[in-house]
């Protein structure tokens, strides 16, 4: 049975304090249109950016997720997302009139009972799923952390914290069905450990910080003069309990709050792909960072499809966008040494090239002269030099620049190119340019066909 998209009925709206930035925000969800996805705004900012929540404009993991685009930030945006996600809300428009989401209790809680406060309705799109169809991963050997994505039929969660406590030990947290995110996870708040308040309040963040908004940790007995003197620096008098375990014996809504809160931040940042997934979630040790990077390669599985099912298509009889002459215009590279011939196609992320295969080709004198094979080296390096003209578009005077190998990876090779191949080179660009360095993913076809393909990093260098 297809299931439809979701948006809020109404305009909802809530006020409260940024955890880090302590700045006074208010926060509004819009209804938005099929495919909209979640979107903030700034309203506050000249000409209110918009800012999409995608995980390639993460920007910031260290205490929350921040998103950064068209020159605006968004911060601690991972409670936000989670309460969409778990309530099954497809698209949005987010509208905050402050640097950082409200902390709103340091859960999903407030801002899941305002979705039903709004209302939800269905809409005439299909919900757009992504079906996990191989084993997705990210690992971090170093910190022991690990997150699979594993093929399934529905969306589950299982989580393993272990923070080497004798308070909060090993925790585990199950999300066996997003139906049952409401119940069992949107209340669970975030943590902190006592000795980690003073070095954050000098780095001026958690300003926003309350007792009823986060659950501070114990790990050992602490004197009341010590207890004391960061309640001060918080303007938090009458804080007595000094026993090792949970600060002020703040009540727990779940014996296994902790580990429940990493579930539902692991929600928010996985709301990052902008899609809902169909996979079965296995963390051990999960963070913003690791769930963050996880949300970008579930992305560029996602483009890979898209592009391995958008095959360019040739017709001679159009004119190029850019021939020969064009392209050395922009490429440093000659004879016999330049290996395409036309570009049919680019846009803002992706390009096409044409190399035309003759019996002519130096390298078919020794590889090989009985069976003439196109090297796969050099069809690698058609890649490379087909994404540097969609790379150069982002600088000018791209004739001043030069773009390098930085990575070549997961490079396979499915079929020969031989004499009297056309080869069309697709590449995709899997993140915005940062710093210079572009990462792409990319293709050589041989009559509809994929003859090779592999993910590709370069940088951009300006020319000596």
């Known amino acids: 049975m297809t299931e439809n998209q979701r948006t809020v009925a109404r305009d909802v709206s809530l006020t409260g304090k940024g955890l880090h930035s302590g700045v006074d925000v208010t926060i509004t969800f819009r209804p938005a249109p099929p495919d909209h996805g979640y979107k903030f ?68 809680y407030m801002f899941t009972q305002a979705i039903k406060e709004a209302g939800v309705v269905e809409q005439d799109a299909a919900r757009n799923y992504y079906r996990v169809s191989e084993k997705i991963a990210y690992s971090d050997e170093e910190h022991g952390v690990d997150l699979i994505i594993y093929p399934d039929d529905k969306f ?77 620096l918080f303007n938090k008098p009458g804080i007595t309990t000094h026993k090792a375990g949970i600060l002020n014996n703040t009540e727990l809504h779940y014996p296994n709050e902790p580990a429940r809160h990493k579930l539902l931040d692991i929600i928010g940042d996985l709301a990052l792909v902008g899609r809902p997934i169909k996979g079965k979630v296995v963390a051990t040790r999960p963070g913003h960072y690791a769930n963050t990077n996880l949300a970008k390669q579930v992305r560029q599985h996602i483009k890979k499809a898209h592009s391995k099912n958008n ?26 040494f330049l290996l395409i011939d036309k570009v049919i196609h680019v846009d803002e992320t ?10 002519n080709e130096l390298f078919f004198q020794g590889h090989f002269p009985d069976e003439p094979v196109m090297p796969g080296v050099l069809l690698v390096e058609a890649m490379a030099q087909t994404g540097g003209i969609l790379v150069l578009n982002f600088v000018d005077e791209p004739e001043r620049y030069s773009t390098y190998f930085l990575k070549i990876d997961k490079v396979k090779f499915k079929q020969k190119v031989v004499p009297g191949d056309t080869v069309l080179f697709k590449l995709d660009m899997t993140e915005p340019v940062r710093r ?13 066909k994929i003859v090779a393909e592999g993910e590709l990093t370069a940088q951009i260098i300006k020319n000596r």
């Open 41 to 108: 705004c700034r309203t506050d900012l000249p000409d209110s950016p918009v800012i999409d929540a995608i995980a390639e404009n993460v920007t910031d993991t260290s205490r929350g997720t921040t998103l950064s685009q068209n020159g605006a930030t968004v911060a601690t945006v991972e409670h936000v997302l989670a309460a969409f996600y778990g309530m099954r809300v497809d698209n949005v428009l987010i509208e905050i009139d402050g640097p950082e989401a409200p902390i709103m209790k340091g859960s999903s």
């Open 436 to 448: 210079g360095i572009v990462q792409m993913y990319g293709q050589a076809f041989v009559d509809s």
């Open 350 to 359: 992706s390009v096409v090239g044409l190399k035309n295969v003759t019996f």
């Open 156 to 232: 589950s969660i299982n989580v393993l914290i272990d923070y080497n406590s004798k308070i909060l030990g090993n925790q585990y947290a199950i999300l066996d069905s997003i139906d049952d995110f409401e119940n069992e996870v949107c209340r669970s708040r975030t943590f902190v450990f006592f000795h980690e308040l003073e070095p954050l309040h000098k780095m001026g963040l958690i300003k926003g910080g309350e007792l009823d908004n986060a659950i501070v940790i114990l790990e050992r007995e602490v004197p009341q003069e010590e207890i004391d003197r960061i309640a001060k």
């Open 311 to 336: 095959i360019p298509v040739y017709d001679p009889s159009q004119k190029p966008v850019l021939a020969v002459e064009d392209i050395k215009a922009r490429l440093p590279h000659r004879y016999p």
